[in-house]
């Protein structure tokens, strides 16, 4: 159980999407560290059970899960709950390297038509390089379309930490951070300066996607990504460099629209943060985000709530609300996430507090206007993966994967 | 993997005793670290292989070690013991062999994060200016060289 995990130790921060090219040609470092990086890669591509899983909801309330298995993403159902989940089914019919550590994870979303959409992350076997997939099932989990890479360009560099989200009418957007842009002759300029946000949307259900877009340059390379599906359409939520080095969140509509700098932090760092944010959309019409920051200005995990806004407009107002800040500070509350259904809004963190990790949950019956108190909702006393968050009229539950407990989706009381 | 790893636990726990050797860092070392350099100021830095920032940080730091072979340094890589090879290679390489090296020790890496400093989350390259007091004060990313000998030469200056 312990060895499972150790290849994930390695990268700590995985901040480098193609990094070593920016070395200065001619410093002695350079191959070296170059052997060094495709070493410890290698390593995290071999994971055979790597922890981090994805999860989502259908509208029959059944649990599904993705997660990788002997080097295959395997996709199950549970009709109780999480009590019991159907056979495992392989949505990659090779193995290979699907990454599931953290901040990279596989996706899932299912359509109001049942369709099952799955995306995740292709590691190739240069460091860092990867491509995004996506499959879907039109036969309700049972088989899967063959596996498609949705980064248009198909070259061997990073396309990472991949979002999905659907309408449940057709419509499927998948959002990556994309290190295409990086060249001979951006590679020794500031490391902050090529990688960007890039997405992918099909219009019917999966079966077909139209051309990349760049949807926002100048990205913070290693923090997960996310998409929520709102009455304007896909709008992406990740953390953005603003300036010359400030890492706070940023959002932007799929359809087009401006990127709206959401939270002010001001958290400058020359390094990596690898802690990413979330965000959903309820229905009203509000923007749910929570996020990670080390700022100046504030530092922690924070909640705040946007009404409807026309994110397409330049100029448009953001009516948020103040960031309330959630979990204990002490105890390294972390990697928060966030889902949303009709009024009803549930927020999971991870806490540790120096010797096991817990994970909690807070729950809004009103679209985050009041929140029950949190919830301690289980432990964990090896490594675990971080809280999903999965909630709909009738269930407010909790995902979470641990080495040493496996796989448990835990219900969370009403406030 | 775990036969694996917990080997090379054992055997960078047998022959790490000599300076400048690799060592197993785990959720007591830095208090036996202290102890050691009681009244000294040094500085620790948190690296991994896989960061980029981090191989300009021990660039810098190379460099300072060499101008300077007194300079109190404890480097500790957040990777894990089966990595040693590569980390020893990386520490030659920057020129920094000879300092205080220290690897991650425990299949939970957050609990070595928590004992060296409950505020830092994991972010690379991290690093602590001890002064004589061993006062700490906590950077986060690349830290900046002149600023460094600034600092070195003012806990000098303070004896």
């Not at chain 1, 009418?169 to 002759?185: E, M, N, P, Y």
């Not at chain 1, 928060?336 to 010797?355: H, K």
């Not at chain 2, 990313?141 to 806990?155: F, H, S, V, Y």
Request: glycine share 8%; hydrophobic share 45%.
């Amino acid at each position: 159980m312990r060895g499972r995990i150790i290849p994930s130790l390695a990268l700590v921060c995985l901040l480098p999407l193609t990094a070593w090219a920016q070395q200065p040609a001619g410093q002695a470092p350079v191959e070296d560290a170059a052997a060094r990086r495709q070493q410890a890669w290698e390593a995290r591509l071999a994971e055979q059970n790597p922890l981090a899983v994805g999860a989502a909801l259908d509208a029959q309330g059944r649990v599904w899960l993705a997660r990788v298995q002997e080097r295959r993403l395997r996709v199950s159902h549970s009709a109780d709950g999480g009590g019991s989940f159907s056979a495992p089914v392989a949505v990659t019919p090779q193995p290979e390297a699907v990454t599931a550590d953290g901040e990279n994870r596989p996706r899932l979303a299912i359509g109001a038509d049942g369709t099952v959409h799955v995306s995740w992350t292709q590691g190739l076997a240069k460091p860092m390089s990867a491509h995004i997939r996506y499959a879907r099932s039109t036969d309700g989990g049972k088989t899967f379309s063959t596996p498609m890479i949705l980064n248009d360009d198909r070259q061997i560099v990073s396309h990472r930490f991949d979002a999905l989200a659907v309408d449940g009418k057709g419509g499927v957007a998948v959002t990556w951070l994309d290190a295409r842009s990086r060249s001979g002759r951006t590679a020794n300029k500031s490391p902050q300066t090529d990688v960007g946000l890039y997405a992918a949307r099909s219009a019917d259900g999966g079966a077909t996607f139209g051309p990349n877009r760049r949807v926002a340059e100048h990205s913070c390379q290693c923090c997960r990504t996310a998409l929520a599906w709102s009455a304007q359409g896909p709008l992406a939520f990740w953390r953005h460099v603003f300036g010359r080095n400030i890492r706070d969140f940023a959002i932007a509509a799929l359809d087009g629209g401006p990127v709206l700098r959401v939270t002010d932090d001001e958290w400058e760092i020359d390094g990596c943060p690898h802690h990413g944010g979330g965000i959903a959309a309820d229905g009203r019409g509000n923007l749910h985000i929570v996020w990670f920051t080390n700022g100046e200005k504030r530092k922690g995990i924070y909640y705040r709530r946007i009404a409807q806004t026309d994110f397409s407009k330049t100029d448009a107002r953001l009516d948020m609300s103040a960031p309330l800040a959630l979990g204990d500070a002490a105890r390294q509350a972390g990697h928060p996430a966030v889902a949303a259904s009709g009024d009803r809004v549930l927020l999971a963190w991870r806490e540790f507090d120096g010797r096991r990790f817990s994970v909690w949950a807070m729950l809004s019956q009103d679209a985050g206007a009041n929140w029950g108190a949190p919830q301690k909702l289980a432990e964990a006393a090896q490594q675990a993966d971080y809280a999903l968050p999965l909630v709909d009229a009738r269930q407010a539950l909790v995902v979470w994967n641990a080495a040493a407990e496996g796989l448990r989706v835990l219900a969370v009381a009403k406030p | 993997m775990m036969r694996a790893w917990l080997f090379a636990l054992a055997l960078l726990g047998t022959t790490a005793a000599a300076a400048g050797q690799l060592q197993p860092f785990t959720d007591d070392s830095l208090p036996a670290i202290q102890k050691r350099l009681a009244g000294r100021p040094f500085i620790l830095t948190l690296w991994s292989l896989t960061c980029h920032h981090c191989a300009k940080e021990l660039q810098t730091l190379g460099r300072l070690a060499r101008s300077d072979r007194t300079l109190p340094l404890v480097i500790v890589s957040t990777d894990t013991p089966a990595e040693a090879r590569q980390i020893r290679a990386a520490l030659q390489r920057f020129g920094l062999a000879h300092v205080d090296t220290w690897v991650f020790a425990d299949a939970v890496p957050e609990r070595l994060r928590y004992a060296i400093d409950p505020s830092w989350r994991g972010e690379l390259p991290r690093s602590y200016l001890f002064d004589a007091a061993h006062r700490r004060v906590a950077h986060s990313g690349l830290i900046n060289e002149a600023q460094l000998r600034d600092w070195l030469k003012r806990q000098r200056a303070g004896g």
